[in-house]
């Protein structure tokens, strides 16, 4: 239970807490952390750019079956969406991890995660860009890409 009791003790550290995530929120100009809300939209410019860093953090971390989908024209929800597969669960968690972090570090980009306390299926929202991390035979399951991708051509011509 919080009291109001001496300054530092547990009331003045939920207030400071409260203050400093009503800055990075709003996007307060005189806070150095400042970023831009959750899903937060960038033009066409910033969502190739991150789409850039998405894909050259999933590949540095060894990340496999990288695939990026054009969405504009399919979907209101995203520019793009990627999907890459991780070796084993913990990769997949790990994957997830770093991409999140190098999000946060270097685009100021805050993202929502779902499916990381299991890792068979990690989803990242950035917003513009959404990325999908499998277990190799999660994905194949699902075959989530074949969604996206143009169907092939079953005419006679591209038989």
Do not use: C
């Not at 400042?34 to 999933?58: F, H, R, V, Y």
């Not at 070796?87 to 946060?104: C, I, K, P, W």
């Amino acid at each position: 239970m919080l009291s109001h009791g001496p300054a530092g003790g547990p009331a003045a550290r939920l207030t400071e807490v409260i203050e400093l995530t009503d800055q990075v929120v709003t996007g307060a100009a005189d806070t150095p952390t400042a970023q831009a809300p959750i899903g937060a939209s960038l033009d066409e410019t910033g969502s190739e750019q991150l789409l850039s860093l998405i894909t050259s953090s999933l590949d540095q971390d060894g990340a496999e079956e990288i695939l990026e989908i054009a969405l504009a024209g399919k979907s209101p929800l995203a520019d793009y969406m990627v999907v890459a597969s991780g070796r084993s669960t913990r990769h997949v968690a790990a994957l997830s991890e770093n991409l999140v972090d190098r999000l946060r570090h270097e685009a100021g980009v805050l993202s929502r995660v779902e499916g990381k306390e299991v890792a068979d299926w990690v989803l990242i929202d950035t917003g513009d860009v959404i990325v999908h991390i499998f277990r190799p035979e999660v994905r194949e399951f699902y075959q989530l890409e074949k969604m996206w991708l143009p169907a092939p051509d079953k005419t006679a011509r591209g038989v």
